[in-house]
Each structure stands twice: as C-alpha cells, then as structure tokens.
C-alpha cells in the first residue's frame, strides 16, 4: 500500500482562449505541487471552455500534446492530466486527455469514447485505452459522459488501476444529482477511488456546478469542493501498488 495524494483543478474557463485557461492550470498545478500532490486533473475541455461549436469552427483551438501553448503545463514536477480537442484521425476534432508526466514526456492520451448528444456533430469518438501508471500506481481515464458506461472503468479496473480520474461538466440542475450518483457507483462497481474535475461558473450551453469531489472504494465521499468559484481540491489516498 501506499499513500498517494491527488489534486482536482476546479475553475471558470476563459472562452476560446487557450493561452488563458492554460496560465490558470498552471497556476492550478504549481499550488498541487507545493503540497505535495503526485497527479492534478482538470475539467472536460477545460483548454477552450466546454465550447463544441466552437472548436468545430475554429482549428486554431485544437492542441496536440507537443503544442508550445502547453510547455506551462510540461515537466512541473507532478503528472498534469488535462483536456482538450485534438485532431482525429478522421479529420474532425477528439476530446482528448493528455497526461504530462513530472519530467514532461507524455504518459497517455486519451480520446472520449462516448460522446454526448450535442457533441456527436463535432468530434469523432475515441477507441479505448486511458490508463496510465505513475510510482507504481495504475490510473483509469475518462471524460464526463464515458463515466455513465461501466465497461469503461471496469476495463481499467480489470488491467489494475486503482484511481480512476474523471475529466468532466456537470451544471447546475439535473447535473447536480448525476455528480452525486453515478461517481461513487462507479467506485463500489470497481473498488477503485473516483477523482472528479468539474466545471464552475459558465460552460457552453451549461453552468458548471462546481462539487468536485474524490470518493472511496465503497462510494462514500473522501472530500468535496463547494459550487462557487475556482479552487483546488486535494485528497490522500491509500492505494495499492504494481501493475
């Protein structure tokens, strides 16, 4: 067993503007660094702002992991998961976690495999995969909608991760309940812990209802942000480790 500390980035993004919302992670990231948290998390989109329509229009928004907008983010001395667009193999947009390692290379990338209703006119699905492992501890992957299908946990579990981090925009409204449903169900499905990134303030067509949270193997809840305004969420976590 080990203790792992983990930190989830909760703020407003900055619409279309990745220079911005990337000088807010990073910001983000230095303060989970200097308390000692080993992986941050951040939102869904949170390089743009949960703006599909946007990104549709504009390519000057898609990131790809080498992007010089993201050197803030690269080689900080902690795993950075952040969430962007990234182009597709099809030609159309992904949403994409991109994992930076402490020295800066990159640990994964992931693409969204279940899109929601509104996305599907953007972005092309991802095919699998999202995991990642950092001083032995296996990590699962996925973003906002993916966490309602549980092969996609299940299959992270089943390969040995023991954190499953969640990249995601649930707003005020029903929202509210999904976030408080559907993460600590997939904690007790799995027996891994659920770290969620969510949204605050204006999302698209949504306000983000803040809340980000981590819970335990059996669902309760470790620590929970409140719904105003940005802040960090950090939690420790007793996990196992080996893959």
């Known amino acids: 067993m080990a203790q792992v500390r983990v930190a989830a980035a909760q703020f407003e993004c900055a619409v279309g503007d990745v220079v911005a919302n990337v000088r807010q992670i990073a910001e983000l990231v230095l303060e989970a660094r200097a308390v000692g948290s080993a992986v941050v998390v951040c939102p869904e989109l949170a390089l743009t702002g949960y703006e599909p329509g946007l990104i549709g229009q504009d390519r000057t928004l898609w990131t790809e992991a080498e992007d010089a907008r993201l050197d803030p983010l690269r080689g900080v001395g902690i795993t950075v998961v952040v969430n962007g667009a990234s182009a597709g193999p099809g030609g159309r947009p992904q949403i994409t976690s991109t994992v930076y390692a402490p020295d800066g290379s990159v640990a994964a990338v992931y693409a969204k495999e279940h899109l929601y209703e ?83 303030g204006p999302a698209g067509p949504w306000t983000g209802c803040g809340g980000s949270a981590v819970w335990a193997p059996d669902g309760t809840v470790v620590a929970e942000a409140d719904e105003n305004g940005p802040r960090l969420l950090v939690a420790d976590l007793e996990v196992e480790t080996g893959d």
């Open 118 to 200: 509104n996305e599907r006119e953007v972005f092309e699905p991802g095919s699998g995969g999202g995991r990642f492992w950092a001083d032995d501890v296996g990590y699962s992957l996925a973003t906002c909608f993916d966490n309602h299908f549980p092969e996609v946990s299940e299959r992270n579990a089943a390969r040995g991760c023991r954190v499953h981090l969640a990249s995601s925009l649930y707003g005020t409204g029903g929202g509210r309940e999904e976030r408080r449903t559907v993460h600590p169900a997939i904690a007790k499905a799995t027996g891994m812990y659920v770290v969620l990134a969510n949204h605050v």
